[in-house]
């Protein structure tokens, strides 16, 4: 008999601030609703597939484990990249980043403008994320366009910004106009967080 082995369970965390601290450009409803109806399906949904291969592993039948599989991936991106947006937000936002960070982006795209413009354009073209990660095979940073929350994804990447454009995250409050979120999203970006996470990178693969 396959001995049944510790399952880890995930947990959404609370927001890092209130629900209404993003407005006007992103309002307490969509938070309220992004944060604890969608981002909490994610998180049991990726606990419901780890479950499914727990038990598939003790029966030894693995006839639903393909689909647990791509649960794993779709979910756990979900719960990981939401993460890193509610991080990369706060009501002190809106600046540019600074430091190491702002060096990286000016010798990897040119400047800051062309590294935002680029950025944009991956923002409107997403089925998902727009992604800031630092690409550890080339040493450098990318911007990542990704369907859904894992396709198109970079292998040995480590994100270091990400935008939401799942519909969720803005049509209550801007209609179809993307463009116009995208832009608010620079209005509460803090760059702090970004800049942790590519120091980490660089520590962590240069």
Do not use: C
């Amino acid at each position: 008999m396959i001995r049944r082995l510790h399952i880890m369970s995930y947990e959404l965390d609370p927001l890092p601030y209130e629900y209404d601290a993003l407005e006007p450009h992103i309002s307490e409803q969509v938070l309220t609703w992004h944060h604890d109806t969608h981002h909490q399906g994610y998180v049991n949904g990726w606990n419901a597939a780890e479950e499914t291969l727990a038990d598939n592993r003790e029966a030894g039948e693995f006839g639903s484990s393909a689909g647990a599989l791509r649960n794993v991936t779709h979910n756990g991106s979900g719960h990981i990249l939401h993460d890193l947006f509610w991080q990369n937000m706060s009501p002190e936002g809106g600046d540019e980043p600074e430091g190491a960070l702002a060096e990286r982006i000016a010798e990897d795209f040119g400047s800051y403008e062309a590294w935002k413009g680029e950025f944009e354009a991956a923002a409107g073209a997403a089925g998902g994320w727009a992604l800031l990660v630092y690409d550890s095979f080339s040493n450098q940073l990318r911007n990542v366009v990704v369907d859904k929350h894992d396709q198109g994804a970079l292998w040995g990447s480590h994100p270091i910004l990400a935008l939401d454009v799942w519909e969720h995250s803005y049509y209550h409050d801007y209609g179809p106009a993307r463009g116009d979120f995208v832009s608010a999203f620079f209005e509460v970006v803090d760059w702090e967080e970004p800049s942790a996470r590519y120091d980490q990178a660089v520590e962590l693969f240069e």
